[in-house]
């Protein structure tokens, strides 16, 4: 029997080196990557996917030229947007007491419980760190266990991403960068999925 993701972990990278290559400052990558988010959450909605997580930006993010801090949050809240118009559960997971937290997500955080409704659901990980989420009670512990994690731009590893949820997760990494998402990455992402095998420690 094939194996279906009722979860899956979308690692959004490579905005930044693809605004370099195109001649466009760092920050300007961010928005490109908005309509990539949204065309995958329909790939997925079409495939019956029950719950998505995007990693947004990270408390060390924050760490960056200003410039970019203030790009990757505005593009955090555009995405926010853009997800409710999809009529899904949106919940928002991070650190709000931090000044790096939006404020127009602050009424989306909180919210990690499963939908009722039968709803797709849809994870936001904005200012999230996986020590201030331990140190919070494990905040997030609301979100069920992912079974697969997409990377994109490359690199191969989790940079801290839902480190509980993800414990037994398969890791797929697409060398493509973020914004030059197409449907075929996601569906062959799936496909090595459908053909991993499942041991669970055994």
């Known amino acids: 029997m094939a194996r279906i993701s009722r979860h899956i972990g979308i690692i959004p990278d490579g ?3 693809w605004a370099k290559g ?12 908005l309509s990539a988010g949204l065309n995958l959450l329909r790939a997925a909605k079409r495939r019956g996917i029950r719950e998505l997580t995007y ?7 924050c760490k960056r030229p200003k410039e970019q ?3 990757f949050s505005h593009a955090c809240v555009q995405a926010a947007e853009l997800i409710l118009a999809e009529g899904v559960a949106l919940c ?3 650190n709000t007491q931090s000044p790096c937290f939006p404020s127009a997500l602050l009424s989306y955080a909180d919210r990690a419980k499963p939908t009722e409704d039968g709803a797709m659901r849809v994870n ?18 609301g979100v069920l266990r992912i079974d697969l994690v997409i990377r994109w731009g490359g690199m191969c590893r989790l940079s801290g991403f839902l480190p509980i949820q993800t414990v037994y997760a398969d890791i797929c990494v697409s060398d493509e960068l973020w914004p030059d998402y197409e449907e075929e990455q996601f569906e062959k992402a799936l496909s090595w999925y459908r053909r991993q095998d499942v041991t669970l420690g055994g």
Not at 22 to 33: A, P, T
């Open 15 to 17: 905005n930044r080196r």
């Open 55 to 61: 990693y947004g930006f990270t408390v060390d993010n």
């Open 124 to 141: 936001l990980l904005v200012n999230y760190g996986w020590e201030w989420d331990m140190q919070n009670a494990f905040a997030s512990r």
């Open 92 to 94: 928002v997971i991070g």
């Open 22 to 33: 195109k001649g466009l400052n760092k920050e300007e990558g961010y928005r490109f990557g």
């Open 69 to 71: 801090v203030a790009a």
